[in-house]
């Protein structure tokens, strides 16, 4: 009963370098949402993703950042040439199929990014 | 633009206390309103409410909806230490299923 998993759990990246973030869905999730949680900030929406396509990436900062989603493996979100301001706890969540509306989005526990 | 607001920030109470924790909103579309528990990792979801007037219950837990009014409470009865963490709202509003959160409530139960 394997809930989101995300990789690595922790991220340490010197200033310039790439990060990549890994999130696997729970098992009959075809849809990954990516969220930022700043300190003292709430969620932030990143990215809406089902397999190959980018649904909604209206809360993608417009450079260094990306995401994909492939047919195999996990969601990854590319951070090219971190900067300090990206240390942030990055949460994928995932979900089923919408019915009749309802989109209930199951969080997996986060990687906390350190931008050193 | 979305918008969702929480109150309070944070609370301390002692265990067996009944505590009612406040998200207020505004959105375009109404679709969804969501309760989360944030610990020390994932926001575990509790409950999802569409339609106003339905209450919704999980043991000691349970929720409300007045779209009229646009707001929520959850209330927790009977507190335990368990119970400490930050309550997150959440809304979506229609045509877009990305989840706008409020900025949390952070509960503090003490023995």
């Known amino acids: 009963n394997a809930g989101v998993m995300q990789n690595p759990r922790h991220l340490v990246r010197r200033r310039g370098q790439e990060a990549r973030l890994r999130c696997s869905p729970m098992?009959?999730?075809?849809?990954v949402y990516w969220y930022r949680q700043l300190p003292e900030e709430g969620l932030k929406f990143m990215v809406y993703?089902?397999?190959?396509?980018?649904?909604?990436e209206s809360g993608m900062p417009k450079e260094r950042f990306s995401a994909e989603f492939p047919k195999e493996g996990p969601s990854i979100l590319r951070i090219q040439q971190v900067v300090r301001g990206d240390s942030a706890a990055y949460f994928c969540?995932?979900?089923?199929?919408?019915?009749?509306?309802?989109?209930?989005?199951?969080f997996g526990p986060g990687t906390r990014l350190t931008v050193l | 633009e979305d918008k969702v607001v929480q109150s309070p920030l944070s609370l301390v109470v002692h265990e067996g206390d009944t505590v009612t924790l406040n998200c207020s909103y505004e959105?375009?579309?109404?679709?969804?309103l969501l309760w989360y528990k944030q610990e020390k990792k994932a926001p575990t979801f509790l409950f999802m409410l569409t339609s106003s007037g339905i209450e919704k219950k999980s043991g000691r837990l349970s929720s409300i909806l007045d779209k009229k009014e646009l707001f929520s409470i959850l209330n927790i009865t009977a507190t335990q230490t368990g119970d400490s963490a930050i309550y997150l709202c959440?809304?979506?509003?229609?045509?877009?299923?990305?989840?706008?959160f409020g900025k949390g409530t952070k509960l503090s139960v003490i023995p």
């Open positions: 969540a995932s979900s089923p199929p919408a019915v009749n509306g309802r989109n209930e989005q199951f």
């Open positions: 993703l089902q397999k190959e396509n980018i649904i909604d």
């Open positions: 959440a809304l979506s509003g229609a045509g877009s299923y990305q989840l706008t």
């Open positions: 959105v375009t579309n109404f679709r969804s």
């Open positions: 098992k009959g999730h075809s849809h």
